[in-house]
């Protein structure tokens, strides 16, 4: 509880946007959508940081950067979410959220693989995130979240491409006989 009060205030401190003086009319069934969004968002980087942990314990330092890098960009993505609701003054309803699905990976293919798969979970949530949306959205055009979902929706398949191509640097030095801490370094250059 404390990670997400300080998670919330640091992100209110960088934006300096401010909310409405009176809340919009967000219907219900949309907020759910957005709220269960942030949620997803915010397990995924608890995801990435397990998974960056477990490169680390592993004397893979480009690999856990990689994955500690994206789990900064999940937090964005919640943040965005959030900030969406808060700026038409609805406040955000938190949800429980699940520890990962696993906390060790022995081969870092599995882990980046695991990190795909998760991806393309996000990436269908979105997808059902965005129909709920436009249910509304034709009825109530004030909600404005047009551009925001076209972000995600780029966001989605940028991410999806990255671990891909990740998950086939791993393998190809795997095929030609190398240790994966060959490539470790080149990993960590993929998210500068």
Not at 128 to 135: F, G, H, P, S, T
Request: charged residues 30%; negative net charge; proline residues 5%.
């Amino acid at each position: 509880m404390i990670q997400l009060f300080v998670f919330v205030t640091i992100m209110a401190c960088k934006w300096k946007k401010q909310a409405t003086t009176t809340p919009m009319d967000v219907p219900e069934p949309v907020r759910e959508a957005i709220e269960k969004q942030i949620c997803a968002e915010l397990h995924a980087q608890y995801l990435y940081n397990a998974m960056g942990a477990c490169m680390q314990a592993q004397n893979l330092p480009g690999m856990a950067y990689w994955m500690y890098d994206q789990a900064k960009e999940e937090e964005e993505h919640a943040f965005r979410l959030l900030e969406f609701l808060t700026l038409k003054g609805v406040p955000v309803r938190f949800l429980t959220n699940e520890k990962p699905e696993a906390e060790w990976w022995n081969d870092p293919i599995d882990a980046f693989k695991a990190a795909l798969q998760h991806e393309k979970k996000v990436t269908a949530m979105i997808n059902e995130l965005d129909a709920k949306i436009r249910q509304y959205d034709a009825a109530d055009p004030h909600l404005g979240i047009d551009k925001l979902l076209k972000w995600f929706h780029e966001e989605q398949q940028e991410e999806e491409e990255s671990v891909g191509k990740t998950i086939e640097m791993l393998e190809k030095c795997r095929a030609d006989g190398n240790p994966l801490q060959s490539v470790d370094k080149a990993i960590a250059k993929l998210r500068s």
